[in-house]
């Protein structure tokens, strides 16, 4: 069964620093891993999506990698800022049946502070 | 477009009764699902519909159920709340499958005393 764990549960950091949130999942077969990030009552919003077949994705500041091999999946976000302050999950994508379903992790919650 | 959007924000019922949590997109996906997201943890999927008149359950799917009639709404049934449904719901749409990205609603905040 897949699982998807994400460490560190809560960061909190001051503004400015370089972040690496780590996401490990139990089995490789995965169709894609994708990073979001949810707002305190709000919806998730997507990041990032790395195809199985890709090694890294960047949009501006973040960037994530995937070593599917290892299970590892990491989130980095270059200079941080307050309004990076949210819950960031990660969830991967299974190849099973007929239908590619997301599994996710429980996140990490990150406190970005002047 | 608007979106996922999701209705009510919030709700608080009593044990044993019923509600309907409604979803509508506008971009016309095929694909929409219901996720819950308990305190702490990572959201589970309770139902999903690949298509209008068709869907299947999820991981968690007792204590719910799921109608597709139109491409754009798909409403998810509480029967008989119970405690344990307490939790944060959200619905999501994508257009396809793979490598195609799901977009989610704001969520309901459901609680059941």
């Known amino acids: 069964k897949q699982e998807v764990t994400q460490i560190p549960a809560a960061l909190s950091v001051p503004e400015g620093e370089n972040l690496v949130l780590n996401c490990s999942f139990t089995d490789s077969a995965i169709y894609n891993l994708q990073w979001f990030r949810q707002d305190p009552g709000k919806g998730l919003t997507s990041l990032l999506l790395i195809q199985s077949s890709q090694r890294e994705q960047t949009s501006g500041r973040l960037n994530a990698s995937l070593d599917k091999s290892s299970g590892r999946s990491t989130l980095y976000i270059a200079a941080s800022q307050p309004g990076d302050s949210a819950t960031y999950l990660c969830a991967v994508r299974l190849i099973s049946g007929g239908y590619n379903k997301l599994i996710f992790g429980a996140g990490t919650r990150l406190a970005v502070h002047p | 477009n608007a979106g996922v959007t999701q209705t009510p924000k919030f709700r608080i019922l009593k044990i044993g009764q019923s509600m309907t949590l409604q979803c509508t997109q506008d971009?016309?996906?095929?694909?929409m699902y219901w996720y819950r997201q308990d305190p702490g943890m990572g959201l589970k999927l309770i139902y999903y519909?690949?298509?209008?008149?068709?869907?299947d359950k999820g991981e968690v799917p007792n204590g719910y159920n799921v109608s597709r009639s139109t491409t754009e709404d798909f409403p998810l049934r509480l029967e008989l709340a119970a405690p344990s449904q307490t939790s944060v719901y959200f619905c999501?749409?994508?257009?396809?499958?793979?490598?195609?990205?799901?977009?989610f609603g704001p969520g309901t905040r459901l609680t059941v005393t």
């Open positions: 971009m016309n996906h095929n694909y």
């Open positions: 519909s690949v298509g209008a008149g068709i869907t």
């Open positions: 999501a749409s994508s257009y396809g499958q793979g490598s195609y990205e799901q977009y």
